[in-house]
């Protein structure tokens, strides 16, 4: 994954270094302004994800997201685009695992972990069109493809539902008793498609991946730690949902015959303010503390798609004077 961010580095500088003639003899009167808004469709890929590849990514738990940008051509190809946007991710072992699956769906929907997660995102980019326009705005092609890549910083506070139905931030609690900051740089990069409706106003189709430099997207990365280390009784409850009964943010009843079979039933959890233990019901020992809750080899990403609108502001256009 950073090799990849590495080479896509390296083919905007190098396309940048074999344009950029041309760019020299691209007068300011071509230059202009554009300001947008865009609706897209927002998703994660995680340690919450159904499987470990990233085509399991579960789009039900799609969200939109709402952008705000503003961008300046300044060259027959090159853009500079600073953007604004938000929007929410979500992930859910109970809804997304398959416990069927011996591999690593067994152990997602026992682990029983989900979260949402808002985030606002600024971003600084550039964008490269693959047709030049050496023109004015007026002579822009009627269809351009591009790509873009860039750099920016998100503000992200994941969130659980507890037991009992509450909502509550997952960092202060620190369930794997690790600290990270809820402000983390990305490094956008994707690829559109636009059409020029009318001379100002143009739509684009993008798709676009985020990559981040934290795997605590989703507030999971490392190891189970023993309850009895947690001073805070939520900070346990929190941290190791598998003993309970009902599962993910739906608080849905969970299929416990085989997780009785993999993880007994001798735990006493009774210690503890949020769990789904039933009176009379023998209560689930679930996973133990030292063992693997989420995989620290790979940071979180996210995925966006969806159209944007953009609106050329131009003060008119100067024709060359003759005496």
């Known amino acids: 994954m950073k090799k990849g961010i590495w ?13 950029d003639s041309q760019g020299q003899f691209f007068s300011r009167r071509k230059h202009y302004t554009l300001v947008g808004a865009g609706i897209s469709a927002m998703n994660y890929f995680g340690d919450l994800a159904p499987t470990t590849s990233i085509a399991s990514a579960d789009f039900s738990f ?19 685009k ?39 995102e600024l971003s600084a980019v550039g964008v490269v069109d693959l047709f030049e326009n050496r023109g004015t705005f007026l002579k822009r092609p009627k269809l351009i493809p591009y790509f873009y ?17 509450d909502w509550v931030a997952l960092k202060p609690l620190e369930t794997e008793e690790n600290t990270y900051s809820r402000i983390q740089p990305i490094v956008p990069v994707g690829l559109g498609l636009k059409y020029k409706v009318t001379n100002n106003i143009d739509v684009s189709f993008e798709f676009g991946y985020r990559y981040t430099f934290t795997d605590y997207l989703d507030d999971v990365s490392g190891d189970y730690k023993d309850l009895d280390k947690f001073d805070d009784p939520l900070a346990a409850a929190m941290s190791n949902r598998s003993g ?23 735990q006493d ?20 503390g030292g063992e693997v809750r989420g995989n620290p080899a790979n940071n979180d990403l996210y995925f966006v798609w969806g159209f944007h609108i953009s609106y050329i502001l131009v003060k008119g256009i100067q024709t060359p004077k003759f005496r």
């Open 149 to 165: 890549l860039g750099i920016g910083v998100i503000y992200h506070n994941p969130q659980a539902k507890t037991a009992n139905g």
């Open 62 to 80: 799609t969200r939109p997201q709402l952008s705000f940008f503003a961008a300046r051509r300044f060259h027959p190809r090159f853009w500079a």
């Open 7 to 19: 080479i896509a580095f390296a083919v905007l500088f190098i396309v940048g270094s074999i344009t």
């Open 269 to 288: 959890l009774s210690n503890l303010p949020y769990t789904w233990l039933n009176p009379g019901e023998e209560p689930l020992e679930g996973i133990e």
């Open 244 to 266: 309970e009964f009902k599962g993910g943010a739906s608080q849905g009843q969970r299929e416990m015959s085989a997780l009785y079979d993999v993880y007994g039933g001798h």
């Open 82 to 120: 600073a953007q604004l946007s938000m929007g929410q991710l979500r992930g859910d072992d109970y809804a997304s695992a398959d416990i069927s699956d011996t591999e690593s769906g067994f152990f997602r929907y026992a682990r029983n972990l989900h979260f949402r997660n808002n985030i606002i």
